[in-house]
């Protein structure tokens, strides 16, 4: 309400440089108004917060408030914290505390945010996004090496989509943190150690994780700096999802071939057969099963020296066992499964061997 204004005729002019850095004019042309005594006039006028893009946001200072927009790299409830990365051409920004949205990658969004720093890196905070336009373009990460993503390419590429390709995993560490049980992974494409952290939010199959046995063969994530120390940063690479990470398939244990039986009395079998790896370079272990030739059901073997788990030595040699308290006179049949692990537990069988058959004697 403007009071004391002399009758007349008056230009009402709007100018967002008088309303601060926080709002912005919209919606309203230059009004000609006369006003005479007694009059009470009243004008409509739009405001809202100014826009800026992704360029803008990234430098402008804390505490500015407003819209920016960009395509959206991740679903909108692929990270717990409700971060929400953000791609307008070259440039990438971070958004933190957003809502849970139905957004998905390669939408349009706007978003509704101030801007802050976080890590050291600009981020656009207490998110509000709107969707513009559904499924806009499809995402295309950056081809990076795992060196260039522990610097975000020297600071470059903050907050972007990347991928790594053929890295080993060097190491693996389970965290707890508020947000469940991460799997903190170290690798290497020979280039130099990133630290990759698969959310147990993301659904993995941890268990097909293992250094010096699997390499990442592909892997698309964001880039997410953490402060290290005071004043050095490196960036954590988060794949977004399992349909972001593909592994060698899991090396399973190797195959018996020449299972043998080599020995007989009449109520036991000597098996005999060349030990095999069990898929990590160490000898495997075995469970052993048999049959009458009566029937055709298999029973393991749970009694004696071929009762599993049969330990093997070294790989190439030959292992045997006795198979005990059989009936005499009577043809028999036998298999063997090379495994690792703990049966019951976390065992990973390999395939069956060759059937090897051999009779009691009378």
């Known amino acids: 309400m403007l009071d004391g204004v002399p009758l007349g005729r008056l230009r009402l002019e709007a100018d967002s440089a008088y309303l601060g850095d926080s709002l912005a004019v919209f919606d309203f042309d230059d009004t000609e108004l006369t006003l005479r005594a007694g009059d ?34 991740n679903s909108g409830d692929a990270f717990a914290d409700g971060s ?55 995402p295309l990460p950056l081809e990076f090496t795992t060196a260039m993503a522990t610097t975000a390419d020297d600071w470059l590429e903050d907050a972007a989509l990347v991928r790594i390709r053929d890295a080993d ?97 009449a109520t036991t079998l000597t098996l005999n057969w060349t030990e095999v790896d069990d898929g990590f370079g160490s000898p ?3 469970t052993a099963r048999f049959r009458p030739s009566t029937t055709l059901a298999w029973t393991d073997i749970t009694t004696g020296m071929c009762t599993a788990p049969i330990a093997g030595s070294m790989i190439g040699e030959v292992l045997s066992c006795v198979v005990d308290g059989l ?7 036998f298999e063997v499964t090379p495994f690792r692990g703990t049966v019951g537990v976390d065992a990973l069988f390999g395939p069956r061997s060759n059937t090897a058959g051999g009779a009691t004697l009378p």
């Open 84 to 138: 929400m990365f953000l791609q307008d051409g070259d440039t990438y920004l971070r958004v933190i505390g957003t809502p849970r949205s139905a957004l998905f990658p390669g939408d349009s969004a706007r978003i509704l945010g101030r801007t802050a720093r976080a890590q050291g890196q600009p981020v656009l905070a207490e998110g509000q996004p709107f969707l513009v336009a559904s499924q806009v373009v499809l």
């Open 169 to 265: 995993i060097v190491d693996t560490a389970t965290v707890t943190s508020l947000l469940g049980r991460d799997l903190h992974v170290t690798v290497d494409d020979g280039s130099g150690p990133l630290d990759m952290i698969l959310l147990e939010l993301g659904d993995y199959d941890l268990g097909r994780i293992h250094p010096d046995s699997f390499s990442i063969r592909e892997a698309t994530g964001v880039l997410v700096p953490i402060l290290t120390a005071p004043g050095l940063v490196t960036w954590r690479f988060i794949p977004r999802s399992t349909a972001d990470l593909t592994v060698d398939p899991i090396p399973l244990p190797g195959q018996v071939t020449d299972l043998s039986v080599v020995q007989a009395t």
């Open 284 to 286: 495997s272990r075995y």
């Open 327 to 333: 009936v005499n006179g009577t043809v028999y049949f």
């Open 40 to 73: 009470t006039l009243s004008v409509s006028m739009g405001l809202t917060f100014p826009s800026f893009t992704l360029a803008e946001a990234r430098s402008l200072p804390n505490g500015r408030k407003g819209f920016t927009a960009g395509i959206v790299l």
